[in-house]
């Protein structure tokens, strides 16, 4: 399916939804607790940049403001946004988002504007981080009861919980899968799987994602494979590859996408666009839509719920929105080493401070190992995408 | 607007104590290379509580000074070019491009690049960026970032908040003590927070002079006699600094001398100055502009007191948790109209930086509040605070003669 047919699909799941009177709330970043919201009831609903929306956003926002939030501002503005009963901000994540609620409250004050506040540090050997992030979402919490006199029910949260997790361990046998034999599912509907339970999570996206899992099982038995992608699965997830062990007969290149809010789904389809080359290239992506949300770990029902859940937002792997590139750089240099990586491409979105700061750090972990890299600025409009696709083409060809 | 005139007819006036900012400025500088060279140099943001840091006889010099130093001499577009050399975004902020950039070619910099740092503290009050740019000179440098992190708050610090942010100020000082092997000593701290708070409250003082008409200060002046409280406060020699500087200024208030020579309309500034055109005020000051209040200068009137180290930390904690970009668009407005207020203001101009997303998304929508609800006329003008390649000086000209042909 193409990248519009896609976001088309998304946008008529979501209308379904309202028209069966289902309450949604939108959020922006992706690393929320979604248990919280479906233990208060509501369908929680990842809202993103859209490729063809026209500009919208100059009373409010300047053009040096990052292209991700003038999209979104641009599809507020224009009125494409389906009738949400509110939206989440992220705060302390970057300045372009943490301002962007503010203006939304201003502009759009019929808008319910939530916000949710993270803490930067990660590594600092106490638990103040979480406790803060905890307190952060049981405030968030109260709000959602007064607000909406819904109130947080421990039934909800509990099955919330499973079904969260079942979307993690089925998302994460995927990519794990892939990255064993890339061609055993394209990369495209797996992040299609992905995108689909973002904006939807409902038992039939759900139940999508455990039939694709189970084809995939079978495949990965009648080829011997399923023990080297459990193995991965777990490498990802403890950071230690010492287990993994990949098979001889590798396709290559293979390529990993680095990177923040960008579209999985719009890296996929630029590839596909690109004359003699297969996505079965990609092995991996890094992005914050994917991989990032796709390998964060699931709350312990054993915690107090507000702990389990802000445990679970900080698992998320790196994201250049907090402290660690240190971290960060030795995780990656880690997986691209482990898993016999051969080239990596760095996407940046335009005017976005963490990824464009990341993005030589980058680079440069990569040259380390001799992994090459090219840097793609992107926005989510794709405004330069032909240009974009003869880069990638290019870096492709110097891997063959 | 019209060039400069010649010295001799120039239309505002120069501070005597400014002779004495050369001084500290060298003071300063030797201080950091000695630091440096001892091993206990620490480079700090400009919101960082360096009371903290300053009692525990490290050495600090602050890159945001040191970026200004970079704009006003011209060089902005070269050293930052060092930095986008390296890969780093000509989008990204340009106090921290030329920071990267003189990091990388000091020698090529040699008034505006920094002794080598031996630890990075950053605190997230004033932006986000501050931590990826010093995650950036800690990978060429290998000095250790600390990261201060002071979540936004909106209106009031709620007490989660509090204890995070407490947390964090114990941390640091845990840092700092067993990185560089000392220890914090109640009598130490509050002389550096006593010293900071006076320091601080002679800045208040000459900043509320400029309530007087005509004001002493013009936005220059605030902005080359901010350095101090900005790098030195907690330090004997930064009040003594103020003690002449605040002299001066109540002695023109007293002789009804004013900033600029013939002041006819009084504006407010919004945002960081472009340091690389600080002509700009001097030509308005020629039409008769004087800008009495800033946003930017004001930013430094934290006053800490303590009795002793838990209850100077909660100061710490209180006071550089509510620094004015640390709250949300409301209190900014709040803090502007204020401002407007109680300078007797007849407008104002919000200077749009490119590269300081943190303190430039927003005045859009700010600008729109402010007038209505003070009923002042405002501009925006785009441009920025290091590289003057984004600073387009006909179209700002523009702008602003479209806000005075309404006041004038």
């Known amino acids: 399916m193409s990248y519009e047919g896609v976001i088309e699909q998304s946008i008529a799941g979501l209308k379904e ?16 607790p979604l248990e919280l919201f479906m233990a208060h009831g509501f369908t929680p609903s990842l809202v993103r940049a859209l490729p063809g929306v026209a500009s919208g956003f100059e009373e409010s926002l300047q053009t040096f403001a990052c292209s991700y939030i003038r999209n979104l501002y641009s599809q ?16 302390n994540t970057c300045d372009s988002l943490q301002n962007l609620g503010d203006i939304w409250s201003v502009r759009f004050h019929d808008d319910r504007v939530l916000r949710l506040t993270y803490p930067v540090i990660r590594y ?4 103040s981080a979480t406790k803060f992030l905890a307190e952060e979402i049981r405030l968030l919490s109260e709000k959602l009861s007064k607000l909406y006199n819904r109130p947080f029910l421990a039934e909800n949260y509990d099955a919330a919980v499973d079904f969260v997790q079942e979307f993690h361990n089925g998302t994460q046998f995927l990519y794990s899968a892939r990255v064993i034999q890339p061609e055993i599912i394209s990369y495209s509907e797996v992040v299609r799987l992905v995108r689909t339970f973002l904006t939807i999570p409902t038992a039939s996206s759900m139940s999508e994602i455990k039939e694709t899992v189970s084809m995939v099982q079978n495949k990965a038995d009648e080829l011997g494979l399923s023990d080297s992608i459990e193995t991965v699965q777990k490498a990802i997830l403890s950071g230690d590859y010492t287990k993994v062990k990949l098979p001889d007969d590798l396709v290559s290149p293979r390529i990993v996408i680095a990177g923040g809010m960008v579209e999985p789904q719009a890296i996929a389809s630029l590839m ?11 092995v991996l992506d ?3 839509f994917g991989f990032k949300t796709v390998f964060t770990k699931s709350p312990t029902k054993s915690d107090d719920p507000f702990i389990a859940m802000a445990k679970s937002v900080l698992s998320a792997p790196g994201e250049p929105t907090h402290e660690g590139l240190s971290y960060r750089m030795n995780a990656m240099k880690d997986l691209l080493e482990n898993l016999s990586i051969q080239g990596l491409i760095v996407c940046e979105q335009s005017f976005c401070d963490p990824d464009q700061f990341e993005a030589p750090s980058i680079e ?8 090459r890299t090219i840097r793609l600025p992107l926005d989510p409009e794709l405004s330069d995408r032909g240009r974009i696709e003869t880069r990638i083409q290019s870096f492709l060809e110097t891997l063959e | 607007m019209n060039q400069e005139r010649a010295s001799e007819e120039k239309p505002y006036r120069r501070l005597e104590t400014q002779a004495l900012l050369q001084q500290i400025a060298l003071r300063h500088g030797l201080e950091a290379m000695e630091a440096s060279e001892n091993g206990h140099l620490a480079w700090v943001t400009s919101g960082f509580p360096v009371e903290i840091p300053i009692a525990l006889d490290m050495g600090v010099v602050y890159p945001e000074q040191a970026g200004a130093i970079v704009g006003a001499q011209k060089i902005g577009p070269e050293v930052c070019g060092y930095a986008e050399n390296l890969g780093y975004s000509q989008d990204l902020c340009s106090y921290a491009r030329a920071s990267i950039g003189s990091t990388e070619k000091p020698d090529e910099v040699p008034i505006g690049s920094l002794p080598t740092p031996q630890l990075l503290l950053a605190c997230n009050n004033i932006c986000g960026t501050v931590l990826r740019w010093y995650d950036a000179i800690s990978e060429m440098t290998g000095a250790p970032v600390f990261l201060l992190d002071t979540p936004p708050i909106d209106k009031v610090q709620l007490p989660h908040n509090q204890a995070y942010v407490r947390r964090g100020v114990e941390r640091l000082i845990e840092f700092i003590e067993s990185h560089f092997n000392r220890s914090l000593e109640d009598g130490r701290i509050r002389e550096v927070a006593e010293l900071s708070s006076r320091a601080t409250k002679l800045w208040i003082r000459a900043l509320e002079a400029c309530k007087n008409k005509p004001s002493p200060l013009n936005c220059a002046d605030r902005f080359l006699t901010m350095a101090p409280v900005v790098s030195s406060r907690g330090t004997e020699h930064c009040v003594e600094f103020y003690e002449s500087f605040v002299a001066e200024v109540e002695e023109r208030v007293k002789n009804g001398i004013g900033a600029i020579r013939d002041e006819r309309v009084r504006l407010l500034w919004d945002n960081i100055p472009p340091w690389h055109t600080l002509r700009f005020f001097n030509i308005l000051a020629s039409r008769g502009v004087v800008f009495p209040a800033d946003t930017y200068t004001h930013a430094w009137t934290g006053n800490m007191v303590g009795t002793d180290t838990l209850s100077i930390i909660d100061e710490v904690v209180e006071t550089y948790s509510k620094v004015y970009l640390n709250m949300g668009l409301d209190a900014k407005v709040d803090k502007m109209c204020q401002l407007i207020k109680d300078y007797d203001l007849d407008g104002f101009v919000m200077f749009s930086v490119r590269s300081c997303k943190r303190y430039s998304l927003g005045q859009l929508v700010s600008k729109e509040l402010v007038t209505e609800r003070t009923g002042v006329p405002g501009v925006i003008i785009e441009g920025d605070m290091v590289d003057s390649r984004v600073y ?13 042909e309404m006041l004038m």
Do not use: M, W
């Open chain 1, 17 to 32: 939804l309202l028209k069966s009177g289902e309450e949604i709330i939108g959020y922006i970043y992706p690393h929320v």
């Open chain 2, 392 to 404: 387009n000086e006909a179209q700002i000209e523009t702008r602003v003669d479209a806000l005075l």
């Open chain 1, 124 to 127: 600092n050997q106490d638990d």
């Open chain 1, 364 to 371: 440069k972990a990569a040259c380390e190992l001799d992994v």
């Open chain 1, 272 to 282: 596909n666009e690109i004359p003699n080359f297969s996505e079965s290239f990609i």
């Open chain 1, 286 to 288: 890094l992005l914050s």
């Open chain 1, 76 to 91: 507020r503005a224009n009125g494409q946004f389906l009738t949400l009963a509110g939206l989440l901000f992220p705060g």
